[in-house]
C-alpha cells in the first residue's frame, strides 16, 4: 500500500481554519485520498475523500495537490468538538482491501 | 438509529475462554469489516465480507472465525482468547466493496480485555 506521512499533532485555536497536511509522494494513479477522524473513545467517522480535484462538504475541504504528492484537509472554522486523530489514507477504489489506517495527527483544539 | 451498532460495548474474559462480538447495521450495504485497534491505537483490518462472502482475511490467527449470517450482521467469534487479543474491535460496513470507493460507516468499538 502507498504509505502517507503526517505530523503527530497540531494545536489551533477554537473558531479558527485548521489545515492538516498528508503527503503521499508514492500514490498512484487510482489511488484515492480518504480523510477520516476518530474522536475519543469512539469508532472512526469518514470526513472527505477524493481523487485528482479539490473537494467540499459540510465537514471540511479537501486541497490535493496537482501533481496529487500531498493533499491538505482544511475544517474552515474548528470547534471543540473537532479534536481528534485525524488520517489520510490511500486507497484504490471500492472497499475491498479495507481501509490501511496510519498514525494520523492529533489536532488539539484550544478554547 | 445507530446506522452500525456493536455488542457488547465491553467484553472482559479470561485467557482459554471462547467469546462472540456481534455487529448489525441496518444501512443495506454490501459489505462488512472487522478492524482491530490495539493499545498503541494502531486500526488494522481483519477482515471484510461482501453479500455474506469472506472478502479479505488479513494475517489473523484461526482463533479468529467471522460469520456472516446475512448481509446486514456479521459476527466475530473468538476461541482460546490470549492476552493479546486485548483490544478495541471495529466493525464497519460500506455500500460495496466495488467500483469508486464508499465512506466507511464505523459502529462504536467493542473493548475486549483478557485477563
Known amino acids: 500500500d502507498a504509505k502517507t506521512t503526517q505530523p503527530n499533532s497540531m494545536e489551533s485555536n477554537e473558531e479558527e481554519p485548521v489545515h492538516l497536511p498528508c503527503n503521499h509522494s508514492t500514490i498512484s494513479g487510482t489511488d484515492y485520498i480518504h480523510w477520516y477522524r476518530q474522536l475519543p473513545s469512539q469508532g472512526p467517522e469518514y470526513v472527505i475523500h477524493?481523487?485528482?480535484s479539490n473537494v467540499n462538504n459540510r465537514m471540511a475541504s479537501l486541497a490535493i495537490a496537482e501533481d496529487r504528492k500531498s493533499s491538505t484537509l482544511i475544517l474552515h472554522r474548528a470547534t471543540l468538538r473537532d479534536a481528534a486523530v485525524y488520517y489520510c489514507?490511500?486507497?484504490?477504489?471500492?472497499?475491498?482491501?479495507?481501509?490501511?489506517f496510519g498514525k494520523g495527527t492529533h489536532l488539539i483544539i484550544q478554547p | 438509529d445507530t446506522a452500525v451498532s456493536q455488542t457488547p460495548k465491553y467484553l472482559v474474559t479470561q485467557m482459554g475462554n471462547d467469546k462472540s462480538i456481534k455487529c448489525e447495521q441496518n444501512l443495506g450495504h454490501d459489505t462488512m469489516y472487522w478492524y482491530k485497534q490495539d493499545s498503541k491505537k494502531f486500526l488494522k483490518i481483519m477482515f471484510s465480507y461482501n453479500n455474506k462472502e469472506l472478502i479479505i482475511n488479513e494475517t489473523v490467527p484461526n482463533r479468529f472465525s467471522p460469520k456472516s449470517p446475512d448481509k446486514a450482521h456479521l459476527n466475530l467469534h473468538i476461541n482460546s482468547l490470549e492476552l493479546g487479543d486485548s483490544a478495541v474491535y471495529f466493525c464497519?460496513?460500506?455500500?460495496?466493496?466495488?467500483?469508486?470507493?464508499?465512506?466507511?460507516?464505523f459502529g462504536p468499538g467493542t473493548r475486549l480485555t483478557v485477563t
Open positions: 464497519a460496513s460500506s455500500q460495496s466493496s466495488w467500483g469508486p470507493p464508499y465512506e466507511q460507516y
Open positions: 489514507i490511500l486507497s484504490t477504489g471500492g472497499g475491498a482491501d479495507g481501509l490501511t
Open positions: 477524493g481523487l485528482t
